[in-house]
Nanobody, 126 residues
Framework: QLQLVESGGDLVQPGGSLRLSCAASGFNFNIYAIGWFRQAPGKEREGVSY????????TIADSVKGRFTISRDNAKNTVYLQMNSLRPEDTAVYYC???????????????????WGQGTQVTVSS
């Protein structure tokens, strides 16, 4: 059974850091690209970051560039999202998603992904 499970969400003060994890099981993780998305209340889902399957090529949304970093450990079937210098506007439910084929330009397009996790809540507040 294919499964993606996010973890690491928490309440953190502005300027703080969190590391989210996306653990995969039930499929050949190594050949899947992984994306991180977020959705705040009343807002559309937003693509945050992407990492390719083989070469680890990454894409970072402008809204988090310089603060967020994505990485993957294929031996552990896990993708990480390191989030630094967090801001209140980063508050959202964060989701990871997987797809075996992502066309160029669609890395942060939620419609390009097939499999989704259940999400983890990140709240940035003092």
């Amino acid at each position: 059974q294919l499964q993606l499970v996010e973890s690491g969400g928490d309440l953190v003060q502005p300027g703080g850091s969190l590391r989210l994890s996306c653990a995969a099981s039930g499929f050949n993780f190594n050949i899947y690209a992984i994306g991180w998305f977020r959705q705040a209340p009343g807002k559309e889902r937003e693509g945050v970051s992407y990492i390719s399957s083989h070469y680890g090529t990454t894409t970072i949304a402008d809204s988090v560039k310089g603060r967020f970093t994505i990485s993957r450990d294929n031996a552990k079937n896990t993708v990480y999202l390191q989030m630094n210098s967090l801001r209140p506007e980063d508050t959202a439910v964060y989701y990871c998603a997987a797809s075996s084929i992502i066309r160029v330009g669609a890395e942060l397009d939620s419609n390009a992904y097939i499999y989704w996790g259940q999400g983890t809540q990140v709240t940035v507040s003092s």
